[in-house]
């Protein structure tokens, strides 16, 4: 999804990232165990043209180990760096399976992103 918002002006206003592994190369180096070239054929969304969007939402559970929050944090960073419009919300308790924290961290973020909208 991070990808995709990179690759047209205006596909949308805003949008909310979940767990995103953002970052293939520092993704790939923390997980040693993948055969090499697992993800030779992959575009990681820091290597692109930021996004154009009024406001991104990433959020991440603090116990993910899939995507782990250094990899939000990496992406919020190249974000920032392109005056992106972006908040990271690390999720206290929060995991990859979409727990209770994560989903209600990602059900606020909807809701808040609704009353944005219809402003």
Known sequence: MA???SLEEALVDEAILVSCPCDLDL???LNAT???NTLSRSVSPTNVDAPNLVRITVLVGEEDIITPPVLSQSYMQTLTDNQVNAELTIV???DHSGNRAL???WL???FAARARILE
Do not use: D
């Open 34 to 36: 993948w055969p090499e």
């Open 103 to 105: 989903s209600r961290a």
């Open 92 to 94: 206290p308790g929060g």
């Open 27 to 29: 993704w790939q180096s």
């Open 3 to 5: 990808l995709a918002l």
């Open 108 to 110: 606020e973020a909807i």
